[in-house]
Each structure stands twice: as C-alpha cells, then as structure tokens.
C-alpha cells in the first residue's frame, strides 16, 4: 500500500473513532431531567474539592438537608435555573453555586461547575431516608 492509501486508511480510521465515541451534549442533563432527578430523592454524595462524603435528601420544596460523614450537617436551597443548572445555596447566604449535571452512567452523576468536576452522586433513592 502506497503512502496515499496509508492516509486514506488512517483518516477513515479516525473518523470511524470520533463516530463510535462521541462526546456529546447529551450527557448533560436537561432542566426537567435535573427536576426529576433530584425532586423528593435522598442520594449519596462526594464533595471531590474537600473530599467529604455526605448523604442528603433533596424535598419538593427546595430543602437540602446534607448529612455530612463526620456528624455534621447543613440545611440549603436548592432549585433549577433557566439554564438546566441545578444551583444550591445556604439560606443566609442567598449565594448560589450552579452546575451542569452530567449522567457518567450506571446511575451516577457528576456535578460541573465552570468546567470543573466538584461533586460525585449515586444511589437516587425516593423520599427522605436520612
């Protein structure tokens, strides 16, 4: 095989990869998946920045109660914004941190916040079981 057909063989190949592998938007919750997801769910969570694992129930109401394994806990708002962002703020603060949600598969979310992995979620579960 010549060097032209070598190249045609490795562009093909390489189109054949990109085509089999996407990295697509659709990973990337919508606002009603992100609703549906997180409304009256109590999930396992880590926090990758801290490393602190915590368990929290997320109500209908906008309350996220956060269990945190070192005994502490936190109460926060939580809500969807107009960009599909589900955004989390303490309720003194009024603050919000807002992050894509991100399906990594096998039931486990990613939360990204300006392009950065900050938290890690699985085992949705229905109603409060903290």
Known sequence: M??????????????FLVLSNPISAEEILSAEEVKKLYTNKTFDGENIIKDEKYR???SEDGTLKVEY????????????DNK????????WAKQEKCS????????VYKKITNGRHVHTMRNFVEGDQL
């Open 100 to 107: 894509k949600i991100v399906s990594a598969g096998d039931g």
């Open 2 to 15: 010549g060097v032209k057909g070598y190249k045609n063989v490795m562009f093909i190949g390489i189109v």
């Open 84 to 91: 599909g962002r589900h955004c989390v703020a303490k309720r």
């Open 69 to 80: 394994t070192n005994g502490q806990s936190i109460i926060l708002e939580w809500q969807v």
């Open 56 to 58: 929290a129930y997320s």
